[in-house]
Structures are given as structure tokens and as C-alpha cells.
Nanobody
């Protein structure tokens, strides 16, 4: 069965950290661009970060630069999103997605071969 499964979400205080995981099964992430997206209540889904197999420079939205780090572990077929210095405005459902296109196209279009089911991140005191 081909799927992406996110995990690692939860409730954290402002300034805290979380690490999200995006694990693939049924296919190999090595050859895919992996994007992290988020959707807050009442807002449109937005691209947060992206990592491509062909481009060593990850993409980060301006709102998360310097706080979030994306990485991949091909041996574990998993991509991670380390989130530090979390703010209340980071509260959202976070999704990962896999697509063969570049990060530029993937983030701009949100086209993806596969999407995960999402994991809730809540930043609140």
C-alpha cells in the first residue's frame, strides 16, 4: 500500500520545539521532492518547506526561515521537519506530500502524487 504518514504533532508552548516525521511506505522517497504544507483554521493551505533529491538547497517560507529545518533520511524512507521557536501562528494541520517535480513547482502548485493525512500542531500557553 502506497502511503505517507505524518507523526510528531502535538501541543507545545510558545518557544518550544517539535519534530514532525513523514514516513513513506510502498514507494521510495529518494527520487521524490517532499514538501511540508500547513493549513490553519479558516486559512488556505500554504507551503512551509521543501526538499528535493536534485537540488541541495531546501525551500523555506519566509515565516519559518531560521526556525524550521527540513531533512531526509533515505535509509529510513522518512523526511523530517524540525520546528524550533514555535509561535502561536504556527498552529495548523501539517501535511507532507511527495511529487517528482521541483520544489519551485511543487510549492507553487501543490500538485503531488501522494499526500499524508496530516498531523495537528498547536502552539499555545
Amino acid at each position: 500500500q502506497v502511503q505517507l504518514v505524518e507523526s510528531g504533532g502535538g501541543l507545545v508552548q510558545p518557544g518550544g520545539s517539535l519534530r514532525l516525521s513523514c514516513a513513506a511506505s510502498g514507494f521510495t522517497l529518494d527520487y521524490y521532492t517532499i514538501g511540508w504544507f500547513r493549513q490553519a483554521p479558516g486559512k488556505e493551505r500554504e507551503g512551509v518547506s521543501c526538499i528535493s533529491s536534485s537540488d541541495p538547497t531546501p525551500y523555506y517560507a519566509d515565516s519559518v526561515k531560521g526556525r524550521f529545518t527540513i531533512s531526509r533520511d533515505n535509509a529510513k524512507n522518512t523526511v523530517y521537519l524540525q520546528m524550533n521557536s514555535l509561535k502561536p501562528e504556527d498552529t495548523a494541520v501539517y501535511y507532507c506530500a511527495a511529487d517528482p517535480k521541483s520544489c519551485e513547482i511543487h510549492i507553487a502548485t501543490m500538485w503531488a502524487d501522494y499526500w499524508g493525512q496530516g498531523t495537528q500542531v498547536t502552539v499555545s500557553s
